[in-house]
C-alpha cells in the first residue's frame, strides 16, 4: 500500500533537499537548522594601569626605583607570578602614608603569609626612602 504524501510536506521536502545535496540517503528527515551565532557585545577595551597612570610624577619616579632592583623578576602589574600583581596589592592597600611605610618596610625585610606561602625575599640594602617610592608606585595601580 502507497503513502501519497500531501503537497506540502512535498515541498517541505524539496527545500530540505536543497540544501542537503548529495546526501545520497532516501529518508527526508533532516532538518538542520543553521546555527545562530551570538556575538557577545565586545566590553570597551580599557585602559592599562601602565597607560592610564604613565604621566604621574609617583608612577616615573616609582618605575624607575624599580627597574634598579629586582621587584620584576616576582611582580607584574597585572599578572601573579611568583608574587602578587601590583594591581592585586594596590586593590588590598588604601595608598595610605601608614601603609606606604609597612608596605616598605615589608619590601625590605621581607615577609611571608599575606598572600600565600612563598616568601618575598628581604632587600637590606634598599633605603627606605626608595622603598617607599616603590610602595607608592605599587599603590596607585589601581
Ligand atoms: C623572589 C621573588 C620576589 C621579589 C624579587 C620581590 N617580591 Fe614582592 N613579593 C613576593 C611574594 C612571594 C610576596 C607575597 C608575600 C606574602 O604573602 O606575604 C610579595 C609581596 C609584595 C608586596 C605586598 C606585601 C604585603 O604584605 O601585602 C609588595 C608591596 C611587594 N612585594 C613589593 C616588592 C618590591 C617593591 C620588590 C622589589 C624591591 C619586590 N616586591 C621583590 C615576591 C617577591
Keep these: 500500500m502507497k503513502i501519497t504524501k500531501p503537497l506540502n510536506l512535498g515541498l517541505a521536502a524539496l527545500a530540505g533537499l536543497a540544501f542537503a545535496c548529495g546526501g545520497g540517503e532516501k529518508s527526508t528527515e533532516t532538518t538542520t537548522t543553521p546555527a545562530v551565532e551570538s556575538t557577545p557585545a565586545e566590553p570597551a577595551q580599557e585602559m592599562s594601569l601602565e597607560e592610564k597612570y604613565k604621566d604621574d610624577p609617583i608612577y616615573i619616579k616609582g618605575l624607575a626605583k624599580l627597574k634598579t632592583s629586582d621587584c620584576t623578576t616576582c611582580h607584574m602589574v597585572e599578572r601573579k607570578i611568583v608574587g602578587p600583581s601590583y594591581a592585586d596589592v594596590a586593590a588590598?592597600?588604601?595608598?595610605?602614608?601608614?601603609?606606604?611605610?609597612?608596605?616598605?618596610?615589608?619590601?625590605?625585610?621581607?615577609?611571608?603569609?599575606?598572600?600565600?606561602?612563598?616568601?618575598?625575599?628581604?632587600?637590606?640594602?634598599?633605603?627606605?626612602?626608595?622603598?617607599?617610592?616603590m610602595v607608592a608606585y605599587v599603590l596607585l595601580l589601581k
Excluded at 619590601?107 to 640594602?125: A, K, L, Q, R
Design 92 to 133: 588590598k592597600y588604601e595608598s595610605t602614608e601608614e601603609n606606604i611605610e609597612k608596605l616598605a618596610q615589608k619590601v625590605i625585610e621581607g615577609g611571608v603569609g599575606v598572600w600565600g606561602e612563598v616568601p618575598m625575599p628581604p632587600h637590606p640594602t634598599l633605603s627606605m626612602e626608595d622603598a617607599k617610592d
